[in-house]
């Protein structure tokens, strides 16, 4: 075990981010398993004494199947409408599974607008370190009914990009690591769907141009992110002194690996 993964198991503040693509199958309908299995995770995480922040994605995809639609709306106004519905219906998924395991949630939907206001960074700041000293595990999403940022055609260069609103929790709250839970195994020379010669990149200590053009686009339907936002994501990190792991979250137990310093997925070294 290297000295990199090695100082995982130390992580006390660790931001967790899921998207879509984990939380939902290819039919659009949510995966109770996963989010089953991420709940008893997370919940044995904060049972050892760390603080674990839950960043999800999935409030536009579970609202389109509670509302029994065929496709996601592409109107951004239909959109937010489905978010509304979809974030109240994620969060009660995610209450319900949590509590079976003895833990309590609370919501934070963010917007830039909060973000990059000193007051409101502020007031975010103490309401996290606050639920966190309770052990209330603060679940995070960007407030899609209200901002159409994310939602957005050309997500990838938005603000609050979930990958990148990890990011900035991260940094925001002082984490010691970032694990993104991905459809992938880690970070590739090139799109390992694409190509089956793609070269597995087990530990990237800098972003260089080099890393930037392995980067490809889009990830899957039901997700909007990519490799090209993990590295915006992985910048912020890194720079605000916080480790990021890249991970296939089709078996959340995953995490478990990663905290205990094993050698899975990508990890993006931070900048100490």
Known sequence: MDNVRSRLRDAKRIVIKVGTSTL????????????????????????????II?????????GTSKLKMKEKPKRIRERQAVAAVGQCELMHIYSKFFSEYGHIV???????????????????????????????????????????????????????????????????????????????????????????NAKFISTIYEITPEI?????????????????????????ATSAGVDMVVANGSDPHIIMDIVNGNEVGTIFVARK
Do not use: H, W
């Open 24 to 51: 939902t199958y290819s039919t659009g309908k949510i995966n109770l398993t996963t989010i089953d299995k991420l709940s008893r995770v997370i919940s044995d995480l904060v049972n050892q004494g760390r603080e």
């Open 54 to 62: 839950l960043v999800t994605s999935g409030a536009i995809g579970v």
């Open 106 to 196: 609370g919501q934070i939907l963010l917007t830039s607008t909060v973000v990059n206001d000193k007051v409101g960074r502020r007031n975010v700041i103490n309401t996290f370190n606050t639920l966190l000293a309770k052990e209330i595990i603060p679940i995070v999403n960007a407030n899609d009914s209200v901002s159409v940022e994310e939602i957005k055609a050309g997500q990838i260069n938005t603000f609050l990009e979930n990958d990148t609103l990890a990011a900035i929790v991260s940094k925001l709250t002082g984490a010691d690591l970032m694990i993104i839970l991905s459809d992938v195994n880690g970070f590739y020379d090139s799109d390992p769907k694409e190509n089956p």
């Open 212 to 236: 930037e053009n392995c980067a490809g686009g889009a990830g899957t339907k039901r997700g909007t992110g990519g490799m090209i936002t993990r590295l915006k994501a992985a910048k912020i």
